[in-house]
């Protein structure tokens, strides 16, 4: 059996430039070079996983078939490859310390001194071997910049895996920043070699760097680069800003990154096939449609929030060659006296209310559910989004005037919404939702069955709250069509209506988190194919 070769990326200069972009796009280059690839992110962050954080600090919390809460970077690694992520793909300190100090307190270091070094980087060691998962090629990416306190014990236990390993197993790939300085009319390589510095203290030499830039880096740059950190000059690349995130793959192929990759590792593989992504690309930059997209959420002046969504829209948009715009609405600003809806939503083609947590904006999300339901807009509802949905059809349809989720009052006459039965006792909020991936039973003659093809589905789930089953009756009669149910019956997950509107759903899973560009999902695909316009038409 082949032994597995291992790339680590790390980051310097600033935060988000991109690493978990370049590692998925990295994944995806071996990938159409028909190497087997597996993704893994190791976090500083002392929190066990980020299912308790704040979207403001952290991002969407992307979930995992097998119910982990994990970063959005996994997220990228599913769009882009065909690895399965899941809780072996995503460590974080306190994971880390957490399985050390169990181990500790069970007496299996044997009466020793436990310490950073070796049993904190040994523990880390054994979490990347095990993300391996006997592929090809493992990419493992590192959170956080070269110079963070928290970051050195994971950047220490990669150093140490190229003498376990070996050289010829093991590649590190830098992530840098070479910013345009415009007052001098000329691009800088000072960030760079600082941060290159940096990591050479720590005792890693990077074998490659990717240089985030906004233009292609001229030849004499490289050379500077490549003589003052060290490196060959074919391994300085371009990582270049582009018009969509898909574009990234052809960009490090153009810049002979794949190609160097193998080399270094001593794998041999045939040409790349990129046609797929170049496809992707093309939709992209030639659009024949176009909609303008409503998001009405709270977590709205962070897009890595809703991360997952847009690319998920973005991915309904390629495959119908439509530009998709999307617009971000604070549902509190609609709360507000005097907030003219039809002012705010006059020129959007589709409305989509996402899943969130606490009571902040909830009465202008059912606002604008009822401003999609009243004037025939394509509406598209997520977890919460669908439940509150429920909450807007049981008041203003039904003549349950305060109805409500139980989650915004526990007093409410009608809860529509409440928390499920096997939640009531549960005190610890870290990993203890109902999450991960379900069954789901679609009926047939329905919007869902159309979309999906077929009567028995799976989708990932995130929540504590659920469809109220004693208000089942009183709903349907009304013409609210509860399409989507669990096996047994038991757990509304899909409400749809059909009677005289052009498209209204919403799902109590997360379909988002199975999208990716070369296979859109489908609720995706046709919420936006519903809601594009052609071109001229828009005009």
């Not at 070094?117 to 095990?130: N, W």
């Not at 939503?345 to 209310?353: N, R």
């Not at 096997?422 to 203890?432: A, F, L, S, Y």
């Amino acid at each position: 059996m082949r032994k597995t070769k291992f790339i680590f990326v790390t980051g310097g200069v600033v935060s988000s430039l991109g690493k978990g972009l370049a590692a998925a796009a990295i994944g995806a280059l071996l990938e159409s070079r028909n190497l087997r690839v597996s993704m893994q992110k190791l976090d500083p962050y002392i929190n066990v996983d980020p299912g308790t954080m704040n979207p403001f600090q952290h991002g969407e919390v992307f979930v995992t078939d097998d119910g982990a809460e994990t970063d959005l970077d996994l997220g990228h690694y599913e769009r882009y490859t065909h690895a399965h992520v899941g809780k072996k793909s995503n460590f974080t300190t306190g994971k880390i310390y957490e399985s050390v100090i169990t181990q500790e307190r069970r007496g299996e270091y044997l009466g020793g001194t436990v310490q950073v070094i070796p049993h904190i980087t040994d523990e880390i060691k054994r979490c990347i071997k095990l993300g391996a998962d006997g592929a090809d090629v493992a990419l493992v990416e590192i959170g956080g910049t070269v110079g963070d306190i928290e970051s050195l014990p994971f950047l220490e236990a990669i150093r140490q895996c190229r003498v376990d390993m070996g050289s010829d197993n093991v590649l590190y790939i830098h992530l840098t920043l070479v910013p345009f300085i415009k007052t001098a009319d000329e691009l800088k390589t000072k960030p760079t070699q600082h941060s290159v510095k940096a990591l050479r203290e720590i005792g890693i030499q990077p074998n490659v760097l990717l240089c985030r830039t906004d233009r292609f880096l001229p030849v004499e740059l490289k050379k500077k680069i490549a003589l003052f950190c060290n490196v060959d000059e074919a391994a300085v690349i371009t990582a270049k800003d582009v018009e969509t995130i898909y574009e990234v793959p052809l960009v490090f192929h153009k810049e002979g990154l794949d190609e160097k990759i193998v080399k270094l590792l001593n794998i041999w593989t045939g040409a790349p096939n990129l046609k797929k992504w170049e496809d992707i690309v093309h939709r992209w930059k030639n659009p024949v449609k176009e909609a303008t997209i409503a998001i009405v959420g709270k977590y709205v002046y962070l897009k890595e929030a809703y991360k997952s969504l847009t690319e998920a829209l973005y991915h309904g948009g390629i495959h119908s060659r439509c530009k998709v715009h999307l617009i971000y609405i604070d549902s509190e600003e609609l709360e507000k006296d005097g907030a003219d809806l039809s002012e705010v939503f006059g020129d959007v083609d589709g409305i989509l209310v996402p899943g969130g947590f606490g009571s902040r904006g909830i009465e202008g999300k059912i606002k604008a559910i009822n401003y999609a339901r009243v004037n025939k807009l394509p509406f598209f509802g997520i977890c919460l989004g669908m439940q509150l949905a429920v909450v807007e059809y049981a008041r203003n349809t039904c003549g349950l005037r305060y109805a409500n989720s139980a989650e915004f009052n526990k007093d409410t006459e009608n809860p529509v919404i409440d928390l499920m039965l096997e939640q009531r006792e549960i005190k610890d909020k870290g990993g203890t939702m109902r999450l991960g991936a379900y069954p789901c039973t679609i009926s047939d003659g329905t919007l869902a069955r159309s979309i999906y093809g077929e009567a028995e589905i799976s989708e990932r789930h995130r929540h504590r709250y659920e469809f109220n089953n004693d208000f089942k009756d009183a709903l349907s009669e009304k013409g609210l069509v509860l399409s989507g149910t669990s096996p047994d019956g038991k757990l509304v997950e899909i409400v749809e209506l059909t009677d005289g509107h052009p498209w209204f759903f919403g799902c109590q899973f997360h379909p988002e988190f199975k999208s990716k560009p070369l296979v859109p999902h489908p609720i995706f695909r046709e919420f936006i194919k519903a809601s594009c316009k052609d071109k001229k038409a828009k005009k």
